[in-house]
């Protein structure tokens, strides 16, 4: 697996990864939102240059214009509910792209330090042939990404994958490494240390679904 760390390089991406960290700033639900959101947008305009390009003729009231556009073939699929803002982001650069949407949550049954991926909601088009974004923003053990991949493969083949997350741990980063093939792109704002007992990341930024929709009852 191929994979692009965006933290490698300095950028303002920066300045929104430390206020989703922050345990001030990140009390502002709509700003961690749109921090997400933002994140998404970079990302997703580093992701398009690796992209298939095709030329394209414009026409302008003085003349025509030849410039390269990306083939409009691109599925989008964020795991919910974290994941909608990154989507949000995502979309904005790809708005062409169609979608899809996958409930994958943890299941604790027993012991509070172990679970199990549960998927239980499932819509997406057919993939077959398409380039395929799957986001998820936090990448802890990568078992709910792998879970999502191996829940669409019923909608056909893709022709390329490209996973997107905000902030992942070391651990999962690896898991998901050798469950996908060579040819997957994980494109990332920042890779973490390690988890803890529970499966979070560490530091991380806490729970990002309940961050930015607010605690949920049920664990």
Request: charged share 20%.
């Amino acid at each position: 697996m191929q994979i692009h760390n965006l933290s490698e390089t300095p950028s303002i991406l920066n300045t929104f990864m430390s206020e989703l960290r922050d345990e001030t700033v990140q009390k502002d639900s709509m700003r961690f939102r749109r921090n997400i959101e933002r994140i998404g947008e970079i990302m997703g305009y580093e992701l398009s240059k690796s992209l298939q390009f095709a030329p394209h003729t414009t026409q302008t009231p003085l003349g025509k214009s030849e410039t390269v556009l990306h083939q409009k073939d691109i599925v989008l699929c964020s795991i919910l509910r974290a994941g909608v803002p990154l989507h949000d982001g995502l979309l904005n650069y790809f708005d062409a792209a169609e979608n899809a949407f996958i409930s994958a949550y943890r299941q604790h049954k027993h012991n509070p330090e172990s679970f199990e991926i549960v998927v239980e909601y499932l819509a997406c088009p057919s993939l077959e042939g398409k380039t395929l974004i799957l986001a998820d923003p936090m990448l802890a053990t990568g078992q709910s990404m792998v879970a999502t991949f191996e829940a669409l493969k019923p909608f056909g083949k893709p022709k390329a994958i490209h996973l997107v997350s905000v902030i992942g741990a070391q651990p999962g980063v690896d898991f998901v490494s050798k469950a996908f093939d060579t040819d997957v792109t994980l494109w990332i704002a920042a890779i973490d240390d390690k988890l803890n007992e529970k499966g979070y990341i560490v530091p991380g930024l806490g729970d990002a679904g309940d961050l930015a929709f607010g605690n949920k009852l049920q664990q």
